[in-house]
Structure formats: C-alpha cells, structure tokens
C-alpha cells in the first residue's frame, strides 16, 4: 500500500528518493503543528483572558489613536451615502430647546399648563440644524470660580431682568459690565442662602446644615431652582442637588444653574411623572417654584410623594399673597388646611412651620399605610413603575417595593450593600465594571493632557504633564450602567459631576445611581434630553 502511494506521488511530483520523502512529510508536520497550535492558542486565549484597558502614557501615541478612532465613527456615521452638513440655525434659536414649543402645543390644541410641557412629537417635524451658541458667548470660568461668577453673554437673562426680578436678586452684585456675580466681596454667597439653609436644619431637629448627611439627607430634588443659589450651597456641603424647572422662552433657570456648574434638567410634572424612579429622593424642596399644590386632586403631591423616600422631607417656601395687615395668619392656615388634610391621607406629617417655610416628613411607618381609611388615595399595584414618562398616576407608593429602606437606615457612603444589587444588579458584574472604569479613567484623562498643554515645553525623558483636577467641572454619560465612571471621578479627587443616563432600552440601574448619591436619569435616544 505505501508502494503503491509512493508511485502515484512520484507520477505528480517526478521520481524523488524515499529520504527526501520522509523530509518532505516532516516539514509538513511542523507547518501544520505551528499553524493549528497557532489559531488554538488565539482561541485559548479570547476565552480565558479577561479584557482590560492599556494605559498608554505617551500622549503623541494617544493622539494617533484618536484619530483613528474619529475616522472610524465618521465613518459609521455617514456610511456609504456620503458626508452630509448641516446648517447652522438662525439666531431666533440660539436658546431653542427640542421638545419645548409653546406656539405650536397650543395650535395643537394643548392647554391648562400642558402646552408648557414635553411633547417631542412636534419638534420632529422641524428641520434639522446645528443651534449655534450665543454671540457674545465665552468659556465658563473653571470651577469653583465659576460656581460663584458666570458670564453675562452665555445666558439669556438680562441684567435688567436680573435687577428688576425682586428682592432677592437685587442684592445680587455685578463686577463689571459682562459678568454677574453671586458672592459678596468678603466671599458670603448672597440671598441669606446660608441663613436660609440652617433655618431648614434647625426646623428638622438639627444642630446645623452640616448635619444633614448624618441625618439621612443625601440627594435633594430642587423644584423652580431660581438663581441656582440653594444648589450651590448644598454642593458645597457634599450633598448631591439636582434643579428641575420647567421651559421658560426668555430667561431659563436650568441653563442658569449648568453655567454655573450645577446639575440641572428641564422638567415639570404638568401630566407626566418626572424620569426618574420611585423612592430616588431623601428631600423634595420647593421655594417659590409656582406650583399650586391642591389643584388637579392633589396630583402634584402624590407625584413627590412616589419620589420621597420612607423619612424623606418635603420643603415649601410660598410667601403669603399679602403680608400686611393682621389677617396674614389666617390667609396662611386657609392655604394649608387643604394640603394638611390630603398630606394626612397620604401618610405625611407636618413637623414644623416658620415664618413662610412649612415641612412635611414621610411616614417610615408601614402600620400607616394599613389603618389608612377606605377613601384615602389607593396603593399602587406593583411593577406600575415602568413605563418612560407615562401619566401621573392617582396612587401612592406602598411599603411593598423591596427599596422601602428609611433614609435614616441607610449607609453614610456610596457603596452599595449585596442587597442593594441583588434588587437592580449584580454584585460581580458591579465590581467588574469598577475596576474597567477606573482604568478607562485613568486613560481618558492621559488623552486630555495634549489638549491643555499642546504647547507645554518638555524635556526628553520628563513625565507628561496631568490636566488639573478642575478642568472639567461636568460629563454625560451615556451609558451610566451602574454610575461607575462617576464613582471613578470621585475617587480621584476630580471635580466633576456627571449626568448618568439610563437609556430605555437597557436594564434600569438608575435606583442604584440615585441611591449612591449621583444624578442621573431614564432617557430614550431617540428623543431629545431636556437640556439647554
């Protein structure tokens, strides 16, 4: 048999000696063995090996990078149709917000406040163009100094406006003929924000607004945030404040808050629930946000109340609509005997009153949620929490979701406990996820170092130069996931807050972002986010 394959090779090949067969057959061997042990060790390793982010420390190898990486997106991004440009909008769009339009919600027929409300439907039927910033617009001074002193051209609020908008505002201080300033020369912020803020501690039993940590208060809903003068003050206490305001056409107090670095978002709750999740917040605060909280059957209230968490606070500041005369106490009880009466239904108490300020805590007590009479607003039924934006609903929260944990419970820090995750998470996925952002981190800021110091002389051998920790004061995530870039910024000292976005479409982390004591939101992109 081998005679006979050997004759039939050597009809193909030619006559060839039985040794240099036997060599031929070897090469053969070990061209074989390099190339299955080849593929097989690739094999191995993309199963057993774990992914890890390089850390390059070279930025000119960065910036090769980068561009490639850019010309790969581009790529995707036209496809094989082609570039297309798109124009820059007019100047009457300088402030234009998607979603947000007044004259064309009330041709469409919407009213009773719900033309100022999101309806994105109608802006997708606008032409497309790329909103140009304003004329006279500057880059932001870097944080702190920005917090306290903004540019007067990058928003659309005048200094009249500013001036002639009450009180309040106009011991506010202008430096000069382009800026606008929140602090006194000696430092101390303005509007008696300070005074104001203790005057909240002392009224919930505390010593001091220090306190408020301690005392279970980590993350504040801010309702009609005016000036943005309250949430500055709360950042500075490392508490997490996030403004919501509803559209305004001239002068918005959500773009006033982000240029001042503050986390801010368009919103109202007119007829939809805000995009986030029940029991997100330990404080709900209102001053003077306009809202008249009896109307549409007490509504507006069981919407705070499905945000409140167990123990959480609920604070209104609504001054009188006469302070003269000796019927401003009755004028007063008249206006809160119907929120009295419907906050009893809804399992809240009403602990303390000064001078305009009332605030209410919500119950931790679930016996209250069993005696509540037959007539009392119903419990929802659970699982009701999923929808995006859907319609307020006539129920209130129960003490059957698996987060019920009072605020006064819970832990001091960001890290979430094996119960936390086992509700909306995975514990080894979590860790996981950590240690890749850290990493990714540690990249992303070696790849802004050649953009702040593209001109930074150095000598051959020398350490590349790191951006100062403030050069970024805010970042959107797109994809927060479990909010762990956030917690990787933190870590570093970076003074940076990031918007955490949930999309829709993946699996609702957003619970454990607000619960660790960032901000963050559900949102679907195929529609715009409520931002300016």
């Known amino acids: 048999m081998r005679s006979l394959w050997l004759n039939k090779l050597s009809v193909i090949f030619g006559p060839r000696t039985r040794v240099n067969w036997l060599l031929l057959c070897f090469v053969s061997v070990l061209a074989l063995i390099a190339v299955f042990g080849s593929s097989s060790s690739n094999s191995f390793d993309s199963v057993t090996s774990t992914v890890v982010p390089e850390i390059y420390t070279n930025y000119r190898r960065l910036k090769e990078q980068a561009a490639v990486d850019f010309y790969e997106l ?31 919600n009330l041709l469409l027929g919407y009213k009773d406040g719900e033309e100022f409300d999101r309806h994105c439907e109608v802006s997708r039927q606008g032409k497309w163009c790329l909103v140009r910033p304003p004329k006279d617009y500057k880059i932001p001074l870097r944080w702190p100094a920005g917090r306290d002193v903004i540019w007067n051209g990058n928003v659309k609020i005048t200094k009249d ?35 104001y803020s203790r005057q909240i501690a002392e009224m919930m039993g505390l010593g001091s607004d220090s ?18 003068s309250f949430g500055a003050h709360l950042v ?53 946000c306009g809202i008249v909280w009896d109307k549409k059957e007490g509504m507006f209230l069981i919407e705070v109340d499905r945000l409140l968490k167990p123990g959480g606070y609920f604070v209104l500041t609504s001054p009188t609509s006469d302070p003269r005369g000796s019927s401003t106490g009755t004028k007063k ?36 949620y069993s005696s509540r009479k037959q007539n009392d607003v119903p419990l929802c039924k659970e699982g009701y929490d999923g929808p995006y934006y859907q319609a307020l609903m006539p129920c209130i929260t129960g003490p059957s979701s698996k987060r019920w944990i009072p605020i006064q419970n819970r832990s001091l820090s960001s890290h979430l ?32 170092t050649p953009l702040i110091f593209s001109d930074h002389p150095k000598r051959p051998g020398d350490e590349d130069p790191l951006p ?22 933190l870590e570093e000292n970076k003074s940076v807050w990031v918007m955490n976005v949930v999309p829709v479409s993946a699996r609702n982390t957003l619970p454990l972002i607000l619960d660790r004591g960032f901000p963050g939101v559900l949102h679907d992109w195929l529609d715009f986010l409520q931002l300016h």
């Open 74 to 104: 581009k790529t995707l991004s036209f496809g094989a149709s082609g570039q297309r440009e798109l124009g820059l909008c007019g100047k009457e769009r300088e402030n234009y917000v998607p979603c947000y339009n007044v004259t064309a």
């Open 161 to 195: 406006q500013f001036l002639s908008s009450g009180s309040m505002t106009k011991r506010m201080m202008l430096l000069e003929e382009n800026q606008i300033a929140f602090h006194s020369e000696d430092g101390s912020i303005l509007d008696g924000v300070k005074d």
């Open 211 to 228: 306190e408020f940590f301690q005392a279970g208060v980590h993350t504040i809903l801010d309702i009609g945030c005016g000036f943005g």
């Open 236 to 288: 500075s206490l490392k508490l997490m404040a996030l403004c919501i305001a509803a559209y305004e056409a001239t002068g918005s107090q959500v773009q006033l808050a982000l240029e001042r670095g503050l986390p801010a978002m368009i919103g109202n709750f007119i007829s939809r629930q805000l995009p986030y999740p029940s029991l997100s917040f330990d404080m709900v605060h209102c001053a003077q």
């Open 333 to 368: 009880r008249n206006m809160l005997t119907p929120l009295e009466q419907f906050t009893e239904k809804i399992c809240w108490s009403l602990i303390a009153q000064q001078d305009e300020t009332f605030i209410w805590q919500k119950t931790a007590d679930t016996h209250c």
């Open 417 to 448: 406990s094996s119960a936390d995750l086992e509700v909306h998470g995975n514990e080894e996925d979590f860790f996981e996820d950590l240690q890749v952002w850290k990493l990714a981190l540690k990249n992303y800021w070696s790849l802004l």
């Open 468 to 489: 100062p920790f403030n050069m970024i004061r805010n970042v959107m995530d797109m994809n927060a996931h479990y909010g762990n870039l956030n917690a990787a910024l």
